[in-house]
């Protein structure tokens, strides 16, 4: 899956990169390369979260399939 992120810097020098497609999915790095990578950790962390809620709803009579996109 592909992501649009923002790159903002930050008044204390850090680069905050957020993921407006994941409302609250935030990070950031000391330079560029970090926000990106620490940007990448927090989408997994934020879609896992969101699936895990999902998973939690779904009725007892209905099985749950995992698959890998």
């Keep these: 899956?592909?992501?649009h992120v923002t790159l903002e810097k930050a008044?204390?020098?850090w680069i905050v990169a957020e993921?407006?497609?994941l409302p609250g999915c935030v990070s950031q790095g000391?330079?560029?390369k970090e926000a990106l990578d620490n940007i990448r950790e927090?989408?997994?962390g934020w879609l896992w979260?969101?699936?895990q809620k999902a998973v939690s709803s779904?009725?007892?009579q209905q099985t749950p399939v995992?698959?890998?996109v």
């Design 1 to 3: 899956m592909m992501f």
């Design 11 to 13: 008044e204390d020098g």
């Design 19 to 21: 993921c407006p497609a």
């Design 30 to 32: 000391r330079d560029e």
């Design 42 to 44: 927090a989408i997994t």
């Design 49 to 51: 979260a969101e699936d």
């Design 58 to 60: 779904i009725p007892p």
């Design 66 to 68: 995992v698959v890998a």
